[in-house]
């Protein structure tokens, strides 16, 4: 018989036997202890309720929906309302003015990424991050002939090593992606890091005659627990561009809306945007879900109740401490990256399975000796895990 995959997707199926085992053996605790006993700290799917703006404009729009072309299509940049929206929304998160000619809509920050890759990356280009890192970055950049390569982050703090990065910068090098707030780690890059960070790339740049792009993932941005500042990229650099998305801001992360904006400073900047907005067509994305825009142009100023997750988090950690795990508390995003008790985490993520907790492995994240755990899930699922970590700290 004829092989019905890619050698590349079967082997990137294979890879993942790990995570899909764990999701398997926690449906069958599920059935076997019941759904409160069981806690899955395994996805980042945000449960808490969108904020009321976001009903008001879902009404409003139900209430329109009867006339002519009222969810048809519309630029493949977005509306230009929405275009607008964003830009005066960006304008004042960045810092740094920014026009609706500067942003397009795309299908959450993932389909964001994708389309900026398509236009920049030559087959075997590099795109260096930080590590750990999302785990669907070196998919991404794949799909278009890239190559990611991921840098170690500073042990234990998680902050970037700049220096090992302008290490790995080549004549390959395309783009540095950065992510922060981080997903897994929550840590929050400083303006120093990406000041330092912006120096290596201007050199790298002029060293090899092409602009070295800095892109700032941010679909975390908001998810900021110690005001902390998360500088603008485009104070910083010129060849910079901001991705984005409201999943976690609105809790709108099914509706796949999410935004790229290119730094208004670049030189040149109008021909990205063009190249963007025909990749954001050709790649089938043709335009971000008309829905979606339409609720953004309503109700891009509304956020969900941060303090929300700000108290999954100080209990998390609590019950993370109490049952002797290491930890950095994260400052954003909504993830805790333990170190493992022992080196290989997935012996770690098999004993926190057999006390019915759900977690991931680091390797996935591209650092082993690690595992994530999510805390986007209801307070008592946490306060109820605690003798089920300290009995998998005992049971090792």
């Known amino acids: ?161 700049c220096d090992a990065i302008a290490a790995a910068i080549t004549p390959k090098t395309r783009a540095v992606l950065v992510n922060s707030p981080n997903n897994p780690t929550g840590q929050i890059y400083s303006r120093k890091e990406l000041e330092t960070l912006a120096d290596v790339l201007k050199a790298a740049s002029n060293k090899y005659g092409r602009a070295i792009y800095l892109i700032a993932d941010e679909p975390y941005r908001y998810l900021n627990y110690d005001n902390c500042e998360v500088p603008s990229v485009f104070s910083v650099y010129d060849a910079s561009v901001v991705i984005g998305s409201f999943s976690k801001t609105l809790s709108l992360a099914g509706e796949r809306i999410g935004y790229v904006a290119v730094n208004p400073a670049l030189e040149g900047a109008a021909e990205l945007i063009n190249g963007l907005i025909m990749t954001n067509r050709i790649l089938g994305f043709v335009n971000a879900p008309a829905l979606a825009q339409q609720i953004l142009i309503r109700s891009v100023d509304a956020t969900i109740e941060l303090d929300i997750y700000r108290r999954r988090r100080n209990l998390m950690a609590q019950v993370l401490s109490d049952a002797g795990i290491e930890f950095m508390m994260p400052k954003g995003a909504f993830y805790f990256f333990p170190k493992s008790p022992v080196a290989d985490e997935r012996i770690f993520v098999e004993k926190l399975l057999q006390e019915r907790i759900l977690a991931v492995p680091g390797r996935g994240f591209g650092l082993a000796g690690h595992f994530r755990l999510t805390f986007c899930v209801d307070e008592s699922i946490i306060a109820n895990s605690a003798e089920s970590f300290k009995n998998a700290m005992k049971n090792l």
């Open 1 to 161: 018989m004829s092989r019905l995959l890619s050698a590349e997707i079967a082997s990137a199926l294979g890879n993942s036997s790990m995570i899909r085992k764990m999701f398997e053996a926690g449906n069958e605790l599920r059935k076997k202890y019941g759904n409160d006993k069981v806690y899955d700290f395994s996805l980042g799917n945000p449960d808490v309720p969108a904020p009321a703006a976001v009903k008001s404009a879902l009404q409003e729009i139900a209430e329109n929906a009867d006339k002519p072309f009222a969810l048809g299509y519309m630029p493949n940049a977005g509306y230009p309302e929405c275009r607008a929206r964003l830009a005066e929304y960006l304008t004042r998160e960045q810092g740094v003015p920014v026009d609706g000619g500067s942003v397009i809509a795309t299908c959450g920050a993932a389909g964001g990424i994708n389309a900026f890759f398509r236009a920049v990356l030559e087959p075997g280009d590099e795109v260096i991050c930080p590590a750990p890192y999302f785990v669907e970055y070196a998919f991404y950049a794949g799909n278009f002939q890239g190559k990611l390569l991921p840098v170690a982050s500073k042990a234990d703090t998680f902050e970037l090593d």
